[in-house]
């Protein structure tokens, strides 16, 4: 793999191309990781995000990259090529362009390219991942988004992270996590969920004798779903030749799906439980799947992450979240296809009705077959395409769909004596009302992901971080010295209900501190509003609404946390198998029938009216 630094014409406009020495034999070897300094000009110094970008020579561009985060090794190349463009023929047209490179994107671009498509990924940050990227400040090592791993086990067919690796040649080494998350829920109700699933029933059960009964009921459900999904093979459900084969082998299993497709957890917990607060719990489970409570959540969506968290189980990736994307970048690279970093995409071209490539902020062009979107719905369908363009099939879905909220994200580094030597990785924070679940600022989500892997953080501390629901609404409108002010007081409020509920004395022994709003997630991660994916207006009809990855606009894709199944690593993973095998088969890569194509996505589309 060779890794291209090539300034255009503005030093701050500077883009990072990956391309593989096969496309365009240049001096270098390996890279091994994304933290790294470049030399370009002798009179300029920058910092940009997380890179430091130094002058040398005029003649070459030497990019180091220093080993970390697991990776080994330090890389420095020397590249003559002035083109912005480095190893791009935008002339030449892909098989798909994806826009972003979030974990769905990259997931879609590495399936994609291992079946043979010439695919470029176009990111408009420096580094990939998304919100399940990184960034490194004083030593620490931060996951940007989510710390509680799925999809890395290695059994079953829903270890699509582990899969996705596999298949372009990487491995991560992880750690198991002995629990997934512990609940700390008003009238001073604690329950730790175990990686084990007799422990978790246990305990669960312990704390409602009463509704034992009701309580392996609803779970046995939840198990009887996550059995045929895990039974299955993941490809696309807008492929007719896939599905109906799949129905063919395992006719019981689909079924069950189609039968709880349009169902919600809530409904299936209330046919066996009766106690207020059992379903509160059953509320606050869902919710960390999904920002919404049990009555909202599809139960396909709760049951694939409350089963899976027992059989795979957690598995934190060591040198943090950010080396999946990082490995699917490398992945994607070494089978031929590129990766374009600070690719700022402003629009979809559109030519007869279909999407044919991209225009980008510096006013280039690039064409491909198909174009995927990373994005949210509301950047693909409400700024990348133009307001005319906009489908009737995308009113309807906002109509039926608003922006889930945002969250407030504090990241800190602390001193280890303040925890207990017993303290879990993950916890659940709701103290005195459960109608405080889904208010702003209600409850509070927090990872200690160095009780795990301590190379995150200096010897002697812990990384902190911290998660609350939060609009962007409540963060506009001020003054830079208000906004600044207001992140400090929200952020002391939580830090100081953290400190009163489970580590006394938290607030001494922070020695970082960074707090981040909707709006930065808005603009590090270009998420409308700062949202993560579609939140349902009323009571849903299950997945019945969500879109899946084709669009009514021809040759464009959607793929991520908007499309179905929704939020959560193992449903962007899956979105992303899915996307890809469309994709496949639309570019000539797999088998497809026009005629059962269009039966089927007629069929879908009219499911979706129902919801």
Not at 104 to 123: H, M, P, S, W
Request: aromatic share 10%.
């Amino acid at each position: 793999m060779v890794f291209s630094y090539a300034p255009t014409t503005t030093t701050y406009n500077s883009q990072f191309f990956f391309t593989h020495p096969k496309k365009k034999p240049q001096l270098g070897t390996t890279l091994n990781s994304l933290d790294f300094k470049c030399s370009n000009k002798p009179t300029t110094n920058f910092k940009f995000g997380f890179f430091n970008f130094r002058p040398r020579s005029e003649k070459h561009k030497i990019l180091r990259a220093p080993s970390k985060l697991g990776f080994k090794g330090d890389v420095e190349r020397v590249l003559e090529s002035d083109d912005g463009f480095a190893g791009v023929d935008i002339k030449s047209n892909y098989d798909a362009i994806v826009i972003g490179s979030g974990i769905g994107g990259l997931v879609a671009a590495t399936q994609l390219a291992v079946k043979g498509a010439r695919v470029l990924v176009l990111e408009k940050y420096v580094i990939p991942g998304g919100s399940s990227g990184f960034y490194q400040r004083d030593g620490y090592t931060f996951d940007v988004g989510s710390s509680v791993m799925f999809g890395f086990s290695d059994k079953g067919n829903l270890n699509l992270i582990t899969q996705a690796l596999a298949a372009v040649g990487c491995k991560m080494e992880v750690i198991p996590d002995p629990s997934t998350v512990h609940f700390h829920l008003p009238n001073n109700l604690s329950v730790r969920v175990h990686r084990e699933y007799s422990e978790f029933i246990a305990e669960l059960t312990s704390k409602f004798p009463h509704e034992k009964e009701g309580i392996l009921k609803f779970y046995s459900e939840c198990w009887k779903i996550f059995n045929a999904l895990n039974s299955l093979e993941l490809k696309s459900l807008e492929e007719p030749i896939y599905l109906f084969g799949q129905f063919f082998k395992k006719p019981l299993e689909c079924s069950t799906l189609a039968y709880y497709l349009p169902q919600n957890a809530g409904d299936i917990a209330r046919k066996f439980i009766k106690d207020p607060e059992v379903l509160s719990f059953i509320d606050a489970e869902c919710f960390i799947v999904s920002t919404v409570n049990a009555l909202q959540t599809p139960m396909i969506n709760a049951s694939m992450v409350l089963c899976d968290r027992h059989f795979g189980g957690i598995n934190y990736p060591v040198g943090g979240v950010g080396g999946i994307a990082k490995s699917l970048a490398k992945g994607l690279v070494d089978q031929g296809s590129e990766i374009l970093y600070k690719a700022n995409v402003t629009s979809i071209i559109i030519n007869q009705r279909k999407a044919v490539g991209v225009k980008l902020s510096d006013g280039r062009e690039l064409f491909a077959k198909t174009i995927i979107s990373n994005a949210t719905r509301w950047d693909t369908f409400g700024k990348l395409l133009k307001k005319e363009d906009l489908p009737k099939e995308e009113e309807n879905f906002q109509k039926v769909y608003v922006k889930a909220p945002s969250f407030l994200s504090i990241h800190m580094g602390v001193k280890a004596e303040i925890l207990p030597p017993d303290t879990d990785c993950h916890h659940f924070v709701l103290e005195d009302d459960w109608t405080n679940l889904e208010a702003p600022y209600g409850s509070i989500f927090l990872s200690i992901p160095t009780i795990l892997d301590s190379s995150l953080a200096p010897e002697g501390h812990h990384i902190l971080h911290i998660f609350t629901t939060s609009s962007i609404e409540d963060w506009q409108g001020l003054s830079q010295k208000d906004y600044e002010a207001k992140k400090e007081l929200v952020a002391d409020k939580i830090i100081s209900r953290l400190e009163n509920k489970l580590f006394s004395g938290l607030k001494s022994s922070v020695v970082f501190k960074e707090v981040g709003t909707p709006k930065t997630h808005r603009r590090y991660l270009a998420r409308d509003s700062g949202t993560y994916g579609p939140m349902p207006r009323s009571t849903p009809k299950g997945l019945l609404g969500m879109p899946f990855n084709t669009t009514a606009v021809d040759g464009l894709y959607c793929v991520g946390d908007s499309c179905f199944p929704g939020q959560g690593v193992i449903a962007v993973a899956f979105s992303g198998v899915m996307c890809a095998h469309r994709v496949a088969a639309d570019v000539g890569l797999e088998k497809k029938s026009p005629v059962m194509d269009a039966a089927l996505l007629r069929v879908l589309r009219w499911l979706r009216t129902l919801a």
